[in-house]
């Protein structure tokens, strides 16, 4: 069965950081584009970042670029999200997804396999 499993979430002040972690099972995802989505309440499913399936190109929206990184751990099929910075913009529901040979699209209709996401709560 294929999985991917977010963790990492929790309260954070603003100003604060936090790491998310997504850990991918019953398959290897080294050819997979990863990707990490939120979603708040009341909104569409947002993109946040994604690498590439051959890790050449990592991409960020405005909202969060020089302050979120994404990063990789393949070996381990771990897929990251550096958080900096935070603002109560940030709260939502973080979700990781994977795109077979993807090259980080935006659109998450474009992704194969979802985590079931992991609660991020800013408060200011």
């Known amino acids: 069965q294929v999985q991917l499993v977010e963790s990492g979430g929790g309260l954070v002040q603003a100003g604060g950081s936090l790491r998310l972690s997504c850990a991918g099972s019953?398959?290897?995802?080294?050819?997979?584009?990863m990707a990490w989505f939120r979603q708040a309440p009341g909104k569409e499913r947002e993109f946040v970042g994604a690498?590439?399936?051959?890790?050449?190109?990592?991409k960020y929206p405005d909202a969060v670029n020089s302050r979120f990184t994404i990063s990789r751990d393949k070996a381990k099929n771990t897929l990251y999200l550096q958080m900096n910075g935070l603002k109560p913009e940030d709260t939502a529901i973080y979700y990781c997804?994977?795109?077979?040979?993807?090259?980080?699209?935006?659109?998450?209709?474009?992704?194969?396999?979802w985590g079931q996401g992991t609660q991020v709560t800013v408060s200011s």
């Open positions: 997804a994977a795109d077979f040979l993807g090259e980080g699209d935006n659109d998450p209709r474009t992704y194969d396999y």
């Open positions: 690498d590439s399936w051959n890790g050449g190109r990592t």
């Open positions: 019953g398959r290897n995802f080294v050819n997979y584009a």
